[in-house]
Structure formats: C-alpha cells, structure tokens
C-alpha cells in the first residue's frame, strides 16, 4: 500500500510503531498533490515547506515520547478558517490578499495536537455554493469524472481526500457542505451539532447555522479528527460546555437494537432512481446486523429550503457588510467619493452568488418586510426542529439519501440556482434543527459515488458515527477509491 493511500488510523499505527515517519509520509502526499492537483484543482494553497517543518518537529515530539493519535498525520484546511500568517482568501476576490493574524481555534487544536497542515482547500465563495464553481480562482474538479463537480462548498476539501491527496480535511457546512460533497465524491463527512464546535477563526456565512465539520476516509477518523477539534472555547459564546467523550470509544459496539427511522419525505419524486436503490439497499444491510427500522414523517420538510435560503442570507447581508473596502481585504483603486468607494468595492470584489444572496437577505430585513419573511422564517425553523424532536421520540438515528442525485456535470446548474439550491434539499434541514449528521458511500450510481446520510440527535455524534462503523463493516464502498492518471 502506497502511503497516501492509508487512513488517519492506519498511518498513526505505522507512525507509533516508527515504520514510517512524518516527513516521509508528508512528502508522500505533497508529491501526490504536486502530480495530480493540477487535474483536481483541491488546494488554493499549498504549504510545501512549512508542512514538511511541521512533519519534522512532529517526529521530535515523537521521539520525546510523545503520543497522540493525529501527530504527524497530514491534513487540509478549507480555506475559511484563519490561519496566521498564511494567505486565507474565502475563495473570493474580496479576500484574495488577507493574511490573518491568528489562527482559528480548530487551527490552534490541531496544531497541539501535532498535525501536519499540508495546505488550504478550495471552496465556492464565501461558503456559499453547491459545486465549487463558485470560487473566484477555479472550479475544483470531481477525482471519480473530472467533467463533474465535487459538491460544495467544501468541495476542495473533499475532493483532496477522495484524491488522496490528504489523509483527512476539515470543511464547513452551513447547508450540506460537508455532508454534499462528501457524498458526491465518496469520502466520509461529518456535520457535528451545532455548538459541539469552535467557530473562532471561522469567515462567517450564516452565524446561527455555520459548523466546522471533517472529511474523512472511514468512520474511525471522523471520530480520531472530531475528538481533536471538539469543546468549549471562551471566545465563542456559542459552544456547548458538554464533556468532550472520546468518539472512538464504543464505536465497534454494534447496531442491534438500534431503531432507524426513514423520513417518508426524503423518498419523494426528483431523487435518482439509483440513488434511492443504494439507500434502500444499505437500510436492509442495517437490518440484517440487528437494527429495526420505521417509516417516520418530518412534515415541514418542504418548507426547509425557502427557510434556509430566508435565514442564511438574511445572516449573510450583516456578516459581509464588513465588507467595504476601508479596513481590510479588496478595495477598488478608482472611486469619486466614499459611496462610489463602497459601491464598487462591492461590485466588483464579490461574485454574483454572493451578491445574489445580500441582496435577498438585504430585502427579507428591510423595514415592512422583516416579518413577512426573516421572522416567518424563523417560526418555521422552530416546526422543522419540532418535527426532528417528535420523530427521535421514537427512533434512535434517521437515515436517508444526502443528496437526490450524483456529481452533476461542471457548467450544467450554474446559470439556473433553484437547481443548484435543490442539491442541498436533504441536507441543510439539519442545520436549521442544529443537528449531527454524518455521510457515508453506500454505493455507485452511472459510476459515481453515492451518499447515505445517518442523522443524530444534538450531542450524538457517538450514536451515528456507530452506526457508519457498523455499515462499513458490511460494506466496501468506503475502500473504493478513484484511479488518477497523468495527462
């Protein structure tokens, strides 16, 4: 086995039992990224020489004796979480020159746990994308069919661990964009509960939906790269002060007696046939190792995505009003006067995404529209959360498709964003409940991977990380990788 090809488990044994070494390992998927990347287009930036610093002092720290299950293993980071001294741009013009001057603290915890940064991950503009074609640098390109998107918008950092160009990623997820393009390029992503993470240091989106999540490549380093970034921090007011348990624990405990519910309305018209069959199919694999299973209803389930498109960019007019050319990041050299100044700014440092989504925010809080809209909104988020609340009454996790379809083809929804929004439609309900959800492959459809999405209460993060170990022990699908090849 090649050494970009292991798991963050497998190489931590190889690490502990000194059969590898971190600057070996390092140099392994640098020279990945440098022979594939400029097919995959995954990394924004990447930190060549200070990966491999890292990598030499990880193994320092191992020889001191030293031990943690992420020392020396080489990871990416979507690049909208501050980084010091290093370029973090949001994957827009705005910010294509901003170097922070801290890390974010998810950053710092990695840091002391002794990973090994190997650089930042693409993403579509300010997180706010489907497909990664929303960058304003390049689209990054699907490892299974490079004619097609990797999801979004943590795509980059999805399509480096499907290309093996990273043993593990962290990405955010505001809608689905860690559980999407997880599930589009066949890697494991975790979306944890909101408040279970730091969002210091992270750009901000939409603040009362925004969660860091990882992408892996199995279940086991979901909980390994979860373990290290989880618990309170001071600076963020919005984490949970809950006991950080070790995820890895229990986790080969089995799914018998386990009871899974299949919301009704995430089988409904639009979702591929295919994709449906593999979800099905991996629901009776459940069954055959002990879990029972009920059809539950989430009756607001169709008002989730005008819900979300109301409440995330409602959000997203106040965050990115920063914006203005005058403290920081892009400012247009030729203007008449502060309001052109602003005006331009504006106009020329976001992409048409992001100003789509201000100005839809802008207008549902404008006076005489606020209630109609942003605060009706914010009563149906209540339903959609209630109706999670009823079904978990009688289930333990829920399960069903994370996306209605597989990778799309690059081009092919970008001039129409209803269809784009729709590719988030079995995800971004989670978000609005603040709940954890996790994607796992479950199968292939036209030769594309397929996502099988496992839902937990807030705060079980446990629950259905042990029900994917339990799936990925009667399935392959995980282990499937897609085959690069020069040009």
Same mark, same amino acid.
């Given at each position: 086995?090649?050494?970009? $090809? ?32 400029? &097919? ?22 191992? /020889? ?11 990871? #990416? ?5 501050? =980084? ?9 013009? !705005? ?32 997180? !706010? ?22 999801? *979004?918008?943590? @795509? ?22 860690v559980r999407q393009p997880a599930a589009l390029c066949g890697t494991v992503g975790l979306k944890p509960t909101y408040g279970r993470v730091s969002r210091y240091g992270l750009i901000a989106f939409a603040s009362s939906l925004d969660q860091v999540g990882t992408l892996?490549?199995? +279940? ?7 373990? +290290? ?9 919005? =984490? ?37 069959? #593999? ?21 607001? =389930? ?26 920081? *990041? ?14 331009? =700014? ?14 839809? *925010?802008?207008? #549902? ?6 209630? #109609? ?12 959360? &209630? ?32 269809? !784009? ?15 954890? @959800?996790? /994607? ?20 079980? $993060? ?9 799936? &990925? ?15």
């Amino acid at each position: 086995m090649e050494l970009h $090809e292991l798991t963050i488990h497998e190489a931590s044994s190889l690490l502990r039992k000194e059969e590898i070494s971190s600057v070996e390992l390092t140099l392994a998927l640098l020279d990945r990224i440098e022979a594939f990347d400029d &097919q995959v287009r995954a990394y924004i930036t990447v930190l060549r020489d200070r990966a491999l610093s890292q990598a030499h002092q990880a193994d320092e720290r191992r /020889s001191a004796g030293e031990e943690n299950p992420l020392l020396g293993i080489p990871l #990416a980071i979507k690049d909208i979480l501050c =980084t010091k001294g290093v370029r973090t741009t949001c994957g827009s013009k !705005m910010l294509d020159s901003f170097v922070p001057p801290y890390d974010a603290t998810i950053v710092e915890r990695l840091y002391t746990a002794g990973a090994v940064i190997l650089g930042k991950t693409n993403l579509d503009e300010f997180a !706010m994308g489907s497909s990664t074609e929303n960058s304003a640098f390049f689209p990054t390109h699907n490892p299974w069919d490079m004619s097609r998107v990797p999801g *979004g918008s943590s @795509g980059g950092s999805a399509a480096a661990v499907a290309a093996q160009e990273a043993l593990g990623a962290l990405g955010t997820d505001t809608g689905g964009s860690v559980r999407q393009p997880a599930a589009l390029c066949g890697t494991v992503g975790l979306k944890p509960t909101y408040g279970r993470v730091s969002r210091y240091g992270l750009i901000a989106f939409a603040s009362s939906l925004d969660q860091v999540g990882t992408l892996t490549k199995d +279940a086991l380093d979901a909980a390994l790269l979860l373990n +290290a970034i989880s618990g309170r921090d001071h600076r963020d007011s919005t =984490t949970v002060d809950v006991a950080v348990e070790d995820l890895t624990e229990g986790l080969d405990r089995g799914v018998g007696g386990l009871r899974i519910g299949i919301p009704k309305e995430y089988f409904a018209s639009g979702i591929d046939g295919e994709v449906e069959t #593999a979800v099905r199919e991996a629901i009776r694999g459940f069954e055959a190792i002990g879990a029972s299973t009920q059809e539950v209803s989430l009756p607001h =389930t169709g008002y989730a995505l005008p819900t979300y498109y109301l409440i995330a960019t409602a959000e997203a007019s106040s965050n990115l009003a920063r914006y203005d050319g005058v403290k920081y *990041g892009y400012a247009h050299p030729q203007s008449t006067d502060i309001w052109d100044h602003y005006r331009k =700014t504006r106009q020329y440092g976001f992409g048409s995404e992001v100003k789509r989504r201000i100005m839809l *925010g802008t207008y #549902a809080l404008s006076a005489g529209y606020y209630d #109609a809209y942003y605060l009706k909104a914010q009563k149906v988020r209540t339903l959609i959360k &209630q109706d999670f609340d009823a079904a978990f009454e009688h289930c333990d996790v829920l399960v069903a498709p994370t996306s209605p379809s597989v990778a799309f083809r690059i081009g092919e929804k970008v001039t129409d964003p209803l269809q !784009m929004y729709l590719s988030d439609i079995f995800t971004l309900s989670l978000n609005l409940a603040g709940l954890c @959800g996790v /994607s796992v492959p479950c199968g292939f459809s036209q030769g594309l991977p397929v996502g099988l999405q496992i839902i937990g209460r807030p705060f079980d $993060e446990a629950g259905i990380l042990r029900a994917a170990y339990a799936y &990925q022990q009667i399935s392959d699908w995980h282990k499937r990788h897609p085959q690069l090849t020069h040009k």
